[in-house]
């Protein structure tokens, strides 16, 4: 009898989109953890990854259990574990707690609900693990770094729900300025005129579990560099079912690839009974042009090989560079060969006249 295989347990996906990594676990019902270390966030915490922990900021779309499981056992890993910076708790009034406070951004809906979550573990675990709740209303933001902040959007699920844009402040020379020296750009401005205006620059969009909505044709997602989106079914016969659970259908998302200039658009939260083969052949049949550019987190192989291209590509150019430098040291090798030859030619010269 052959012995029983020991079970296999699931494996990180991983993308990565310059200059971000995309990284997590993302299976409909089962777990979604969606980090993007680069950004310092992670969205959604259903399940705790040890990569997850060195996330400062959690971006929760709703309370579903497969978005939430992972959170009291995250914020107790960082505790444990001291990760992040020293800081306080805030809603206490207590003195510095020992260790780190993860931060959870989350629909005002889910402040209070959460806050007694948490306080329900504290007479399980018998002490206080240190957190930071912020409710973040549709519209407002988060800031994540400097210019760099996490805006909600209001999305429709049968729960409450947000989807979450990471955008870039930066300030741009005004159309009316475009052709002026420098000077006279220095100049106006310090006679106090405005010469730049503030620009947005949706980074990564998140859509979080919802059904399809004006809210996804919206800049935030329109112009985002990468946008992560749920897209649950994509057997035909199951549009009723996207519409019950409000998911988003592979044909819905088909539609939005129209609208979405993104480079990469990253596939999370397919159903477990949608196999990856299945899946990446109704991806093949209906993306069209648009297939260079969409990705499903989960499929290993295509990411894997995709990453290998990446390193062949950036070790390729690399050598190229060190060959193009080489040969520019031999040809200035080569110059200098040259004058020290002139050069001798007019010692011998001296020499010869001395
Ligand atoms: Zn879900
Ligand atoms: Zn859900």
Redesign the pocket.
Known sequence: MLPSPPPREGQLGFLYCPPYRVQGISVAGEQTVVQVPELDVCFDMGQCTRASLSASVIALS?A?MD?IGGLPYWFSQRYFQKIGAETHLPDTGQPPARGSVGKVVCHPELEAPLRAMLRAWEPLERQRTPSEIIPLAPEEEYQLKNNVTLRAIETR?TVPSLGFAVIERRSKLKEEFKDFPQERLRALRQAGTEITHPVEIPLVAYTG?TEPGEFLVRNEFAKAKIVIVECTFFEPEHRGRANTGKHIHVEDLVRLLHVWEAESVVIVHASRRTTIPYARERLQALCGEHLPRVHMLMDHRMNRQRYDAQVAASQALVAAREAATASRLAESAAANDATLVDESDVRDADESSG
């Open positions: 709703h579903h978005h699920h579990d």
